[in-house]
């Protein structure tokens, strides 16, 4: 086989951006600060709106005894038990993506050299958890070993370079791969557990407790979370995908597709027994699946795409920095002073 020539190979390698060029190729125009508070609002309203289903879960169960007192017990433990639920699958799932590290991509000229040094503080906390987590945890399986291994030698050696090759090929491997059985496994409790609840206010609250647990476990695996901007877009699509589900479940529809939902349980022995459940709410709980696995794609796609654009980021040449600023303005001063100094006294 003929070996390639070195022109053949320079054309293989990657060019290299000035920050303008990234600046125009990558840099999008974005309101951070709107984007800050927007992701309270929508994450404030998917809690207001599972506080809401979880009381009236409640209260519908309350109705259904007579006597005051069974009903004011009832009413107490219910309540303690919602709080729990609340704290386990809103509180908590929110705290930890939010309190994830981010990669900063959208930068221009006076901003890329902070953003350069954030994200390789983001690359490094992101090595030591995978390390950590792969040492520490017994038979994870989501990460390769082998990767792993040549991580943390990157990581011990400060080899920058080998540490991103080695993340790049955990993302595109063995993360990838682990990422989307998280989804599918996630989508496929969504849809069965919305086949079997026949409640709109229990299908909004599975739908929305089951979304934002798949995003905590996907922020977790990959070690950071999307930006504010794009988080903003997942926890729309939370949002609506719990509104859509609220109002699936009023909807009754026929069985087109209970034959495909059934061979599909048939290999989860706690629904063995109520395939015939899903005679009309297989469509329904079909929907609220494919919105949950959307989600999921969503995310894996925002945090692929913000993983390559750090990379690039990192690669590109700054031509302009603070000293150098700072030893033009020194120069010019020296000038002045200089000159003035030359310059005769006026009488």
């Known amino acids: 086989m003929a070996k390639k020539s070195k022109k053949d190979k320079e054309v293989q390698l990657p060019e290299k951006l000035t920050i303008y060029e990234y600046e125009q190729k990558y840099t999008k125009h974005q309101n951070v600060r709107g984007a800050k508070i927007a992701l309270k609002l929508i994450a404030a309203t998917i809690g207001i709106g599972m506080a809401a289903c979880l009381f009236l879960i409640t209260m519908k169960v309350v109705d259904l005894f007579t006597d005051q007192r069974v009903r004011i017990g009832v009413g107490v433990g ?6 729990g639920l609340y704290i386990a699958f809103f509180i908590v799932p929110l705290v930890k ?3 994830t590290g981010y990669f900063e991509v959208n930068v221009n000229a006076y901003t890329a050299r902070e953003a350069q040094k954030h994200n390789k503080k983001v690359r490094h906390d992101i090595a030591h958890k995978i ?12 990460y390769d070993s082998e990767v792993v291994g040549s991580l943390a030698i990157a990581l011990h050696g400060n080899d920058e370079e080998s540490l991103k090759q080695a993340l790049t090929e955990l993302y595109t491997g063995s993360v990838k ?20 609840s026949q409640t709109d206010k229990v299908d909004a609250l599975l739908v929305a407790f089951l979304n934002l647990q798949l995003v905590k476990d996907l922020v977790f695996l990959y070690g950071f979370r999307p930006s504010d901007p794009k ?4 926890f729309a699509r939370v949002l609506q995908n719990s509104l859509i589900a609220y109002g699936l479940g009023t909807v009754k529809i026929g069985n087109s597709i209970v034959k ?9 022995p706690i629904l ?3 395939i015939s459940v899903l005679v009309d709410s297989s469509v329904q709980g079909l929907t609220n699946g494919v919105l949950t696995a959307v989600i999921g794609y969503q995310t894996i796609k925002y945090l692929s795409d913000e993983y390559k654009l750090q990379n690039i ?6 031509a302009e920095t603070e000293e150098e600023l700072q030893e033009v303005c020194l120069g010019l001063e020296k000038e002045l002073k200089s000159g003035h100094s030359k310059m005769p006294q006026a009488v």
């Open 78 to 83: 219910m309540g303690l038990i919602c709080l």
């Open 97 to 99: 993506i939010l309190k």
């Open 131 to 142: 390390i950590e987590l792969t040492s520490k945890v017994e038979g994870v399986g989501w």
């Open 177 to 196: 791969k682990s990422a989307k059985s998280l989804i599918n496994k996630t989508a496929m409790r969504s849809a069965m557990y919305s086949a079997l």
């Open 231 to 234: 988080l903003v877009r997942i």
């Open 260 to 268: 495909t939902m059934g061979d599909v349980v048939k290999g989860i």
């Open 272 to 274: 063995g027994s109520a």
């Open 313 to 318: 980021l990192d690669g590109v040449e700054i």
